[in-house]
Structure formats: C-alpha cells, structure tokens
C-alpha cells in the first residue's frame, strides 16, 4: 500500500486534436468527418473548462497534435510518448512530480468540477472512473510515480479494459475509491444520450443540437 497524500491533485487530460478524419471516426456516418471533430472539439472544451473549476495543483493537457484556439488559458501542454494507450497514460503520469494526480480523456462532456473535486482529499491510493462501455473515463494515482507498472499492458480499448485496470489496482494492494460510471461518446447513439446529461452552458450539446437542426 502506497502513502495516500491529500489536497488537490494534478489534473491530467489526454487528448488528439480535433482534426477531422482523426477524431470521432465511429461518429462518421452519420456525421460527416468535419461534423465528428467539431463535436469533438466541443467535448475537448467542455472538459477542459471542467478542469479550469476544479481545484488543482496543476493541470496539464496532454495532446497528440497540436494545440488550437480550442485551449484556454490554464493548462500546461505536453505531448504524447509513441505507443499504445496504455503507454501513453503511463508517459502522462510521468509528468507528475508527485501526488495525487488524476487523468481524464475528453469523451466525457458531462463531467462536472464536483466529481473531479473529491480526488485528494481522501486516504486512497487511486481513484476509479468507470466507463459505461467496459473502460474507464478516470484514472488518478496519489502515487503517479507508478504508473508505469499499473497501467502498462493492460488491454486497451475493449469491453474488459476496466475490468483488466481494477485487478492490476487490486493486485497491487491499493486502496480504490471508485468515482460514478459515466457514458464515453463513440457512436451517434452516445452523443445524443450524453448531451442530455451535459450541465448548462455546454458546448457538446449546442454543437450536437445545431448539427440535429441542419438539412442532411
């Protein structure tokens, strides 16, 4: 079991640039490539200005590509390492000087500062976010410095991917306060149950709605 430090965290989101044709590509069809990257834009920034609102010891925006008018002021921006995602998470942990850290994607629009604010502030050693498609949508560690042994060759991207992250926590003795389970937007179906969940303001669903207005 690792010392479990409290007070607010750093913030990680990992995230691509919203580039049309390599962002959302499970949005298209329906959506043409521009419409998925400008819903993925929209749901990069509602998550971050959710991290702005959440109290933080740092936060970082961890990007494969380049950052846009999209980013606001805030964040520091660092770059992916090469490889799979689980080499990629482990590569955003090591960023972190030290505890606790929490990383988010950006498929979650209808995150809130709230579930982000309690990361910290409790005697845990991790902190669990799972998705509803079988992943995860948050991972913190007050320990960032082992990420490498906990997240590298996990199985990334399929329907057993949180379950596979649970057991490397639990093997490791660690402590988990596990955080709601929340809807990653993939598919059109997604979207649209998820700009339902959206707070007031957000970016994703005025985007979502005005793409449902036009002819197509």
């Given at each position: ?8 965290a ?5 995230a ?8 959302k ?23 971050l ?36 995602l ?57 320990d ?73």
């Open positions: 079991m690792t010392a479990a430090p409290t007070g607010p750093t913030l990680l989101v990992i691509k640039e919203p580039v049309p044709g390599r962002v590509t499970r949005l298209t069809p329906p959506y043409t490539p521009e419409e998925a990257a400008a819903l993925a834009e929209a749901s990069l920034t509602d998550t200005c959710t991290v702005l609102g959440a109290p933080a010891r740092r936060r970082l925006l961890v990007l494969d590509g380049d950052p846009g008018p999209w980013l606001p002021p805030g964040f520091e921006v660092v770059p992916q390492v090469p490889g799979g689980d080499e990629r998470i482990a590569g955003a942990f090591a960023h972190c000087d030290r505890g606790p850290a929490l990383l988010v994607g950006m498929d979650t629009p209808q995150l809130t500062a709230e579930l982000l604010s309690a990361v910290g502030q409790e005697g845990h050693d991790a902190w669990f976010g799972p998705a509803a498609d079988g992943g995860f949508w948050a991972l913190g560690l007050a960032p410095t082992r990420a490498g042994a906990l997240v590298r060759g996990v199985p990334m991207s399929t329907d057993r991917t949180g379950a596979a992250q649970q057991l490397r926590l639990a093997e490791a003795g660690l402590t988990v306060s596990h955080l709601p389970l929340l809807r990653d937007v993939d598919t059109a179906a997604d979207a649209a149950a998820v700009a339902g969940l959206c707070p007031p303001g957000s970016r994703f669903a005025a985007v979502l709605a005005s793409l449902a207005g036009a002819v197509r």
